[in-house]
C-alpha cells in the first residue's frame, strides 16, 4: 500500500458515535478512526488486515476499552501505513502521546468507584436512659455494650466519632495506595511500550538490512552500505562486545 498523499473516501456505513469514557480516549478514537479514513478502509477490510474481528474493531474504534490495548493502535498503525516511512513514525508519536493521557485518565475515572462502602458506625445512646446493671459494663459513658465481665477484665469501647475519624483515615490511606499502585502500572506499561518500540525498531532495521544483502552482492560495498544504514539509526558498527 503506498503512502497516502491524499484523503481517500472511505467505503462502509458512516462512523457511529464515539462512547469514550473521557475526552482523552475520545480524542484517541477520533485520530484513529482519521487514519482509517485516509486510508478508505472499511470495518471488513480492516478485518482482513488486523489480527481482530469486526466487533472488536468497531468498538474500539468507538472507544470501547481502547485507553487498556495498546496493541490494537499498534496494529491498526501497521495497517494503514507503509513501513518505515516518516508517516508512521510521525502517527506512532501523536498516538502514543494520546494513548498514555487516555489511560492515565480511565484510571483516575475508575477509582472512586473501586472504593469501599462506607462503614456504619453505632451512635451514642439517649442520654435518659438507665445507667448499666450488674451484667452490663459502660465505655465512659458512651456505647453501652450488654455481656458478662469474666475474671476482673474491662472492656472499653472507643467513641463513635473516634471510630469514624479512623475509619475515614484507613479509607484515605488505602485510597493512596491504589493510586501509588496505578502510577507502578502505568510505569510499568510504559517500559514495556518502550521496550516493543526497541523491538519495532529493530526489526526494520533487520529487513533494511536483509534487503542490502539482496540487492548489493560485493562484500566491501555491502559493509559499507550496512555501515551508512547503522548510521543513519545512530548505532555503533562494528558492533561493541561485551
Not at 450488654?146 to 471510630?163: D, M, R
Not at 502510577?183 to 526489526?203: C, F, G, M, P, Y
Request: charged share 25%; hydrophobic share 40%.
Amino acid at each position: 500500500m503506498a503512502e497516502e498523499t491524499q484523503d481517500v473516501t472511505r467505503r462502509g456505513r458512516p462512523w457511529g458515535p464515539i462512547r469514550g469514557e473521557s475526552p482523552e480516549v475520545r480524542a484517541l478514537a477520533m485520530e484513529l478512526r482519521s487514519w482509517v479514513d485516509k486510508a478508505g478502509l472499511s470495518i471488513s477490510e480492516l478485518a482482513q488486515r488486523l489480527p481482530h474481528g469486526r466487533a472488536t474493531i468497531a468498538r474500539r474504534l468507538a472507544g470501547t476499552n481502547l485507553a487498556s490495548d495498546w496493541d490494537f493502535v499498534v496494529d491498526l498503525l501497521r495497517a494503514t501505513t507503509v513501513p518505515e516511512s516518516e508517516l508512521r513514525a510521525r502517527r506512532r508519536a501523536g498516538a502514543r502521546q494520546l494513548w498514555e493521557r487516555a489511560a492515565h485518565s480511565a484510571t483516575l475515572t475508575r477509582l472512586p468507584a473501586e472504593q469501599d462502602p462506607p462503614i456504619a458506625i453505632a451512635t451514642r445512646l439517649p442520654a435518659e436512659q438507665d445507667p448499666p446493671s450488674e451484667g452490663q459494663f459502660s465505655s465512659g459513658g458512651g456505647v453501652v455494650i450488654s455481656g458478662t465481665v469474666h475474671g476482673g477484665i474491662n472492656i472499653t469501647a472507643p467513641e463513635p466519632g473516634e471510630a469514624l475519624a479512623t475509619v475515614q483515615q484507613q479509607l484515605i490511606a488505602a485510597q493512596e495506595r491504589v493510586i501509588a499502585l496505578m502510577d507502578e502500572l502505568i510505569a510499568v506499561q510504559r517500559q514495556n511500550r518502550e521496550l516493543a518500540d526497541q523491538v519495532e525498531r529493530s526489526r526494520a532495521l533487520v529487513e533494511t538490512l536483509l534487503r542490502s544483502v539482496d540487492e548489493e552482492p560485493s562484500a566491501a560495498r555491502l559493509r559499507a552500505r550496512i555501515a551508512r544504514t547503522l548510521e543513519r539509526d545512530a548505532l555503533p558498527w562494528p558492533p561493541e562486545r561485551t
